[in-house]
Nanobody, 120 residues
Framework: QVQLVESGGGLVQAGGSLRLSCAAS????????MGWYRQSTGKQRELVAS??????TNYADSVKGRFTISRDNAKGVYLRMNSLKPEDTAVYYC???????????????WGQGTQVTVSS
């Protein structure tokens, strides 16, 4: 069993900052990429940022220069969000591509989501 647990969402004024955290736990052999997605009302879930096991990062154009993704060796991934805008309001989901055992293929896992609301 693998779990991803997010924390750090909340309500913030435009221009403010938040830091999201996600911790992976359970039977994990290796974590490949980790990332953050978001979904706002009436829209499809979209990639916000991702980071490979080697540290390479990828960002959506809409957050470049404002958001920073990082990860540690303890199965955690973080998203620092600065200069937040009302259009950043969404439920943010943690995602990880995880190998549970040397004999198994990698699979994608999702957290339960954390709400980020940016007021104007």
């Amino acid at each position: 069993q693998v779990q991803l647990v997010e924390s750090g969402g909340g309500l913030v004024q435009a221009g403010g900052s938040l830091r999201l955290s996600c911790a992976a736990s359970g039977s994990i052999f290796h974590i490949n990429s980790m990332g953050w997605y978001r979904q706002s009302t009436g829209k499809q879930r979209e990639l916000v940022a991702s980071i490979s096991s080697g540290g390479s990062t990828n960002y959506a154009d809409s957050v470049k220069g404002r958001f920073t993704i990082s990860r540690d060796n303890a199965k955690g991934v973080y998203l620092r969000m600065n200069s937040l805008k009302p259009e950043d309001t969404a439920v943010y989901y943690c995602n990880a591509n995880i190998v549970r055992s040397w004999s198994l293929n990698a699979a994608n896992y999702w957290g339960q989501g954390t709400q980020v609301t940016v007021s104007s």
